[in-house]
């Protein structure tokens, strides 16, 4: 993708703030609805990002954008499924066993990917503009919202503006708009976490045939993502192409007011004294410079649909990516965005409907997935009557996948309560209402 040297235009019809997945996906959207989207954002891409797992549901949003082809010729690393060491308990998920026997899920690298998605977002009309930081949005006029920025292009920082019709926070952990309207709030709950992430090269890695193999055998043995629990939270390991991702997920109150440099070396000793995965990283060589934290992991925003504005992905709410649905999620939302923003310039009268619907089923994804991680049960920021509608539409496979999902981690039951309230199993039922398709591990065998 070539740098836009052009000005940025003072209007256009939607600004979309970041270009990460949601992002990238809402822009190519509703560009290719004829409407003119400018993107801004702050970073020059590739830049660093976490979150190299991806789910089989994500292809369907990848079909969607016409962006399919561009993943399949980048050559990313298939997986198989995934293997979770939880509390001693080991145990396999293939995703073969759930109907997704063509296209499984990818282990990526989200630098390339975030910068493959932005490429083809350019090629669908989206206006890009890099290193250009979105300070504030005025809503002041009734017309529509004005983008204060910074643009931070070679070298220099010229404040400017561009008026819109309506303006999309996908800025990420960042959540521009929640931070500007104070409604970021942390989950209420009784251990805050941190995450802490390094590469290593050449670090061994787990085949879908429960064995060991060297790096070098990536393309011709499909992995599966390793988890782990331990005595401080868990951990993951994801083989890419040239490297792999190792992080742990903690409980701040272990780490609380360490620096940077001690996080970095409580990381490395920690990676190097757990089970399994100290064999993997054996040997393995840690790319300096690879570090990276980021603490309070888990929050949400209290408004995330508005006059004008729309926040998606990680910028409405984000939670323990235990189950890898971050990218996937980040899709969704830029899926039902543009269908909100489509319908409502389309017809505007009705855009207070279409808006609640947006929040409805934004509210309704994420209630889903904070009662079957933490069993947050009428928490604050759910909504536990829309839990019980998704519960009821998903398809069965869907259900099977999540249930085994929840039952390597230990927490079915989680999913079983979700199902008792929306009155799909007797009250009471100690029994699996759907099969565990996970199979038990023995020993990884080299």
Same mark, same amino acid.
């Given at each position: 993708?070539?740098?836009?040297?052009n000005?940025?235009?003072?209007?256009?019809?939607?600004?979309?703030?970041?270009?990460g997945? &949601?992002?990238?996906?809402? &822009?190519?959207?509703?560009?290719?609805?004829?409407l003119?989207?400018?993107?801004?954002?702050?970073?020059?891409?590739?830049?660093?990002?976490?979150?190299?797992?991806?789910?089989p549901?994500?292809?369907?949003?990848?079909?969607q954008?016409?962006?399919?082809q561009?993943?399949?010729?980048?050559?990313?690393?298939?997986?198989?499924?995934?293997?979770?060491?939880?509390?001693?308990?080991?145990?396999?998920?293939?995703?073969?066993?759930?109907?997704?026997?063509g296209?499984?899920?990818?282990?990526?690298?989200?630098?390339?990917?975030?910068?493959?998605?932005?490429?083809?977002?350019?090629?669908?009309?989206?206006?890009?503009?890099?290193?250009?930081?979105?300070?504030?949005?005025?809503?002041?006029?009734?017309?529509?919202?004005?983008?204060?920025?910074?643009?931070?292009?070679?070298?220099d920082?010229?404040?400017?503006?561009?008026?819109?019709?309506?303006?999309?926070?996908?800025?990420g952990?960042?959540?521009?708009?929640?931070?500007?309207?104070?409604?970021?709030?942390?989950?209420?709950?009784?251990?805050?976490?941190?995450?802490?992430?390094?590469?290593?090269?050449?670090?061994?890695?787990?085949?879908a045939?429960?064995?060991?193999?060297?790096?070098?055998?990536?393309?011709?043995?499909?992995?599966?993502t390793?988890?782990? +629990?331990?005595?401080?939270?868990w951990?993951?390991?994801?083989?890419?192409?040239?490297?792999? +991702?190792?992080?742990?997920?903690?409980?701040? &109150?272990?780490?609380?007011?360490?620096?940077?440099?001690?996080?970095?070396q409580?990381?490395?000793?920690?990676?190097?004294?757990?089970?399994?995965?100290?064999?993997? /990283?054996?040997?393995?060589t840690?790319?300096?410079d690879?570090?990276?934290?980021?603490?309070?992991? +888990?929050?949400?925003?209290?408004?995330?649909?508005?006059?004008h504005?729309?926040?998606?992905?990680?910028?409405?709410?984000?939670l323990?990516p235990?189950?890898?649905?971050?990218?996937?999620?980040?899709?969704?939302?830029?899926?039902?965005?543009?269908?909100?923003?489509?319908?409502? /310039?389309?017809k505007?009268?009705?855009?207070?409907?279409y808006?609640? /619907?947006?929040?409805?089923?934004?509210?309704?994804?994420?209630?889903?997935?904070?009662?079957?991680?933490?069993?947050?049960?009428?928490?604050?920021?759910?909504d536990?009557?829309?839990v019980?509608?998704i519960?009821?539409?998903?398809?069965?496979?869907?259900?099977?996948?999540?249930?085994?999902?929840?039952?390597?981690?230990?927490?079915?039951?989680?999913?079983?309560?979700?199902?008792?309230?929306?009155g799909?199993?007797p009250?009471?039922?100690?029994?699996?209402?759907?099969?565990?398709?996970t199979?038990?591990?023995?020993?990884?065998a080299?």
């Amino acid at each position: 993708m070539q740098p836009n040297d052009n000005p940025i235009p003072q209007r256009c019809d939607i600004v979309v703030i970041g270009g990460g997945p &949601a992002g990238g996906s809402v &822009a190519t959207l509703l560009a290719r609805e004829g409407l003119d989207v400018i993107l801004l954002e702050k970073a020059k891409h590739p830049r660093p990002q976490v979150g190299e797992s991806l789910i089989p549901h994500f292809w369907h949003f990848a079909d969607q954008l016409g962006f399919t082809q561009k993943i399949l010729d980048e050559g990313f690393i298939a997986k198989a499924g995934g293997i979770v060491s939880w509390d001693g308990d080991m145990r396999q998920l293939k995703f073969s066993d759930f109907g997704y026997p063509g296209r499984g899920g990818l282990h990526i690298e989200r630098d390339r990917f975030d910068y493959l998605l932005l490429e083809h977002a350019a090629e669908q009309g989206v206006r890009i503009w890099e290193e250009v930081v979105v300070r504030s949005v005025d809503f002041t006029d009734p017309r529509g919202p004005a983008v204060l920025y910074d643009d931070r292009r070679n070298g220099d920082s010229r404040p400017g503006r561009v008026d819109c019709k309506t303006v999309i926070d996908a800025t990420g952990f960042n959540a521009l708009l929640a931070g500007q309207f104070q409604c970021r709030k942390l989950h209420q709950q009784k251990d805050r976490f941190v995450s802490l992430w390094g590469y290593y090269r050449n670090a061994s890695f787990i085949g879908a045939d429960q064995k060991i193999y060297s790096a070098d055998r990536v393309r011709a043995v499909k992995p599966v993502t390793y988890v782990t +629990s331990f005595d401080e939270g868990w951990a993951w390991h994801i083989i890419l192409r040239e490297s792999t +991702s190792v992080g742990l997920i903690l409980y701040t &109150a272990r780490e609380k007011g360490v620096g940077k440099k001690g996080q970095e070396q409580y990381f490395r000793d920690t990676c190097a004294s757990i089970p399994v995965l100290k064999d993997l /990283l054996a040997p393995a060589t840690y790319i300096e410079d690879s570090f990276f934290a980021r603490p309070d992991y +888990s929050y949400y925003s209290e408004r995330i649909v508005g006059d004008h504005f729309y926040c998606i992905g990680d910028a409405a709410a984000f939670l323990d990516p235990i189950f890898s649905t971050g990218v996937t999620t980040a899709m969704y939302h830029a899926a039902l965005c543009a269908w909100a923003v489509k319908a409502s /310039l389309k017809k505007p009268q009705r855009k207070p409907f279409y808006d609640q /619907l947006f929040r409805d089923k934004v509210v309704q994804y994420y209630s889903f997935a904070r009662l079957l991680i933490f069993g947050d049960f009428g928490a604050e920021g759910t909504d536990l009557e829309l839990v019980k509608s998704i519960a009821k539409a998903l398809p069965p496979n869907e259900v099977e996948l999540l249930f085994s999902a929840a039952t390597m981690v230990h927490r079915p039951g989680h999913l079983r309560r979700i199902a008792v309230e929306a009155g799909l199993i007797p009250e009471g039922d100690g029994e699996a209402f759907v099969a565990d398709k996970t199979t038990p591990v023995q020993s990884l065998a080299v």
